[in-house]
């Protein structure tokens, strides 16, 4: 059964790299907000890789939790973070794991008033989806966030084996 391991690496992707195309900016980036004031930091918490080995975990939902920490801070502004995906195949692979199996929960770790955060658990797609929303100003501490992957059963899957490499785009909007 070792031809059926598949194995997925989560990189955070915040700028355009040679070969990659940044997706479609969401239609509701005003670009306001002062640049000095407004950053993403992530931070990798544990490992960011995780395997598929038997065939059976393919047929049950995963759930890879707080590998990833996200500090926003948007001292500009009120603040949307939206989220894009990226699957890269391997060699002589037709046939992706389509990105809508996954899905990406964030929880707030700290906050200076949590109450006005709104967050989203969005399908990933090539396009941008709303991640988390805050309708004020953060304070200089930024929000904290963890982030969860979910890959949803695939009991009639068609993908061929092998290592497939998911990223992520961020993009933090003030409105």
């Known amino acids: 059964m070792k031809w059926y391991c598949l194995l997925v690496f989560f990189t ?20 306001s907000g002062i640049a000095n004031q ?3 930091v992530m931070v990798s918490e544990s490992s960011t890789t995780f395997t598929l080995s038997a065939l059976n975990q393919f047929e049950t939902a995963q759930v890879y939790a707080n590998n990833m920490r996200m500090n926003v801070q948007s001292r500009g502004g009120k603040y ?3 989220i894009a995906g990226e699957l890269t195949l391997p060699s002589g692979v037709t046939t992706p794991i389509p ?3 996954f899905t990406i929960t964030p929880s707030i770790i700290s906050s200076n008033g949590a109450t006005r955060i709104t967050l ?5 797609s090539a396009a941008y989806q709303l991640l988390t929303q805050r309708n004020n100003a953060t304070n200089a501490a930024g929000d904290e966030y963890y982030f969860s992957i979910n890959l949803s059963d695939m009991n009639t899957y068609a993908q061929a084996p092998g290592n497939y490499t998911l990223k992520f785009h961020f993009r933090l909007c003030h409105y």
């Not at 700028?15 to 997706?23: D, L, V």
């Not at 989203?120 to 990933?124: A, E, F, I, M, Q």
């Open 120 to 124: 989203s658990t969005p399908r990933l």
């Open 99 to 101: 990105l809508n199996n």
């Open 38 to 40: 407004n950053k993403l």
């Open 80 to 82: 949307r973070l939206y």
């Open 12 to 31: 955070s992707l915040f700028f355009p790299t040679s070969g990659y195309a940044q997706p479609a900016s969401p239609g509701t980036c005003l670009e």
